[in-house]
């Protein structure tokens, strides 16, 4: 048995979560409405305050979707509570982030500023040398952050470029003059 989707889900107070005929669950609470199709084979029953997930059967196929769609609608249900935020570290001379409106505009060493336009939905925050990107959704906050990080990866000998904050760079040994 798949031991994270056997467990229930608890639905916080403030939070409503509907789930409509093939498996569209809709998930509305006090900072949004996340709405997500899951895999038509999964038993998603709502029963009083939590939310319980079942399999038909035990092929590996469906084993992988039990534990998946559970975490899926706990995500979105952690989602309009609460949000996700991911920072990044922009490290570098010269190496600059600014916001204005909707408009993220990076230095990054090239012969122009990159700008990047905030996704529907997506709020990128500039703090110093930090950028912080925060949402509703995991999925969009994950992928903008990788977009931005992706404008100027962080080189290995250096360690310049834009990182996340919890990430270590391995770093190398250059070259030794004579």
């Known amino acids: 048995m798949s ?22 669950v809709t998930v509305k609470g006090p900072k949004g409405t996340l709405e997500r199709t899951l895999a038509p084979e999964m038993t998603i ?5 939590e939310i319980i ?20 609608i706990n995500n979105m249900i952690i989602g309009v509570t609460e949000g996700y935020t991911k920072e990044l570290e922009v490290n570098g001379v010269g190496y600059r982030a600014s916001k204005s409106g909707k408009k993220l505009t990076l230095n990054l060493g090239y012969s122009h500023p990159v700008e ?7 709020e990128a925050k500039v703090d110093g040398n930090k950028i912080i990107v925060s949402g509703i959704d995991k999925e969009k906050v994950g992928q903008y952050a990788a977009e931005i990080r992706d404008k100027r990866r962080p080189e290995p000998y250096k360690g310049k470029g834009i990182k996340y904050v919890d990430e270590v760079i391995r770093r190398k040994v250059g070259k030794t003059g004579k």
């Open 53 to 72: 997930v079942s399999r038909p059967n035990d092929l590996k196929k469906m084993k992988s979707l039990h534990g998946l769609t559970r975490t899926l």
């Open 3 to 24: 031991r994270i989707g056997r467990m229930p889900i608890a639905v916080p107070t403030g939070v409503t979560v509907t789930i409509a005929e093939n498996n569209q």
């Open 45 to 49: 029953k709502q029963e009083g305050e």
């Open 116 to 122: 990047m336009e905030d996704p529907e939905g997506l």
